[in-house]
């Protein structure tokens, strides 16, 4: 097989080599004749030699614009302010400072990233990452202008570097200013999520709790927090609005007894079934000396539903009639007699009604169904009254070192 492609590759040749022969004979005989004149010029010559004339010129021009753009792309290379090494150099500010920015060495990032941000096309993420370096720097003025710059260059990011300027803000502890940032950003874009979280964020750290409580639907409604966060937080902040509410001030009692009632009003029926709200409310009832009410409160609460923090709340009342809230708590008893909360708080109304013979009982047999440092103290309390010194102080210790233990396993868990 390889034979015949030989012979064919042959027989090509002699065939071309033939062509070639009779195409020189021709030319020899037919030279042609080529005449130009034009006002007083006169080009004269044979039809090839015009034609090899042409093919010199074509040739000495592309010789020509081959040897300009050898020129000009050695130039990129060599001239160090050339388009290849202006990126060259924007890549490579970008990339170091983008590695010392997320290493913690300011200086050098700031330095890196302003800058890659000078020369590159879309240097937003440059000018963000520079002024969070400057701001870690405390250069907060040169922090602003480079988000302003930014700004400038990319009018049409103005809500990522509102975001970002926001957060520096709060880092600075500038609370208002940012309050103000997040607040302009909420009117131009009322559905953005990222804005509703910063501001959940800093309503929650400002312990702004009317404001929390307002944002709370656009959060539900934009799915900014899912429906356990969403809960969990409307919940601290009902909360943190009672409490605030119940704070007493210039020594207005009644005042804040108002507002507190205002604020539980406020709330829904599903709201006033809560446990951890209910707590809340009946401990201001208690401070600001609404005790009869608070005793009401907890009384149809637990008739409702048992909870063990409301029974533990009810025996630090001092109603009006102490016997009938003894008598009301025994009743508990029945379905729940091994409850040691329940034990400790019949312990303490027993105390109130002066019955030291059964307070000690209630308060002892709490402490065989679980040492809690609070029944360690309250009997100790009364075991002092009774002139049992020795085991009074003995249960005060033991309260100590509970209530120390309880504290390390907090700060543990803290930690962890």
């Not at 195409?23 to 037919?30: M, N, S, T, V």
């Not at 963000?128 to 405390?138: I, S």
């Not at 409310?281 to 907890?298: F, I, K, S, V």
């Amino acid at each position: 097989m390889k034979r015949v492609y030989w012979l064919v590759l042959v027989l090509v040749l002699v065939a071309g080599a033939a062509s070639l022969l009779l195409f020189g004979l021709q030319l020899a005989e037919h030279k042609g004749y080529v005449l130009i004149a034009f006002q007083g010029f006169r080009y004269e010559s044979s039809l090839w030699a015009f034609i090899a004339l042409v093919l010199l010129t074509w040739l000495l021009i592309y010789l020509v614009r081959l040897s300009i753009r050898l020129l000009v792309t050695s130039g990129r290379f060599i001239n160090p302010w050339s388009r290849l090494h202006s990126r060259r150099r924007v890549r490579l500010a970008s990339e170091q400072g983008l590695l010392d920015l997320a290493e913690g060495r300011w200086a050098r990032a700031l330095r890196h990233l302003q800058r890659a941000a000078a020369d590159a096309p879309q240097p937003l993420s440059y000018y963000l990452g520079a002024a969070r370096a400057a701001n870690q720097l405390g250069q907060h003025e040169t922090s602003d202008n480079l988000l302003e710059q930014a700004l400038n260059k990319q009018p049409q990011a103005e809500l990522a570097i509102a975001l970002q300027h926001a957060e520096l803000q709060v880092a600075r502890g500038q609370t208002e200013a940012a309050l103000e940032t997040l607040q302009a950003m909420r009117e131009r874009h009322p559905h953005h999520h990222l804005v509703l979280r910063q501001l959940q964020q800093l309503y929650l750290q400002s312990a702004n709790w009317s404001a929390l409580l307002g944002l709370l639907p656009d959060l539900r409604k934009e799915k900014a927090l899912d429906n356990a966060e969403l809960t969990e937080l409307e919940r601290q902040a009902w909360r943190g609005r009672l409490q605030q509410a119940g704070q007493v001030v210039d020594g207005d009692k009644p005042a804040a007894l108002a507002a507190l009632h205002q604020a539980w009003q406020t709330m829904n029926a599903a709201q006033h079934r809560e446990p951890d709200l209910l707590a809340v409310y009946a401990e201001q009832l208690r401070h600001l000396g609404a005790e009869d009410e608070a005793q009401t409160l907890l009384q149809n609460a637990l008739k409702q539903s048992y909870d063990v923090a409301l029974v533990r709340l009810y025996g630090l009342l001092h109603g009006r009639d102490a016997g009938q809230q003894l008598q009301v708590a025994e009743g508990w008893l029945k379905q729940h007699p091994q409850d040691a909360s329940l034990l400790l708080t019949l312990g303490r109304l027993c105390m109130h009604n002066q019955l030291w013979g059964k307070a000690r009982t209630y308060l002892e047999s709490s402490l065989s169904v679980q040492r809690h440092p609070e029944t360690c103290a309250e009997l100790a309390r009364l075991l002092a009254q009774m002139g049992e010194l020795e085991r009074s102080n003995s249960l005060y210790q033991e309260g100590m070192r509970l209530l120390d233990e309880r504290l390390c396993s907090s700060s543990v868990a803290l930690s962890t």
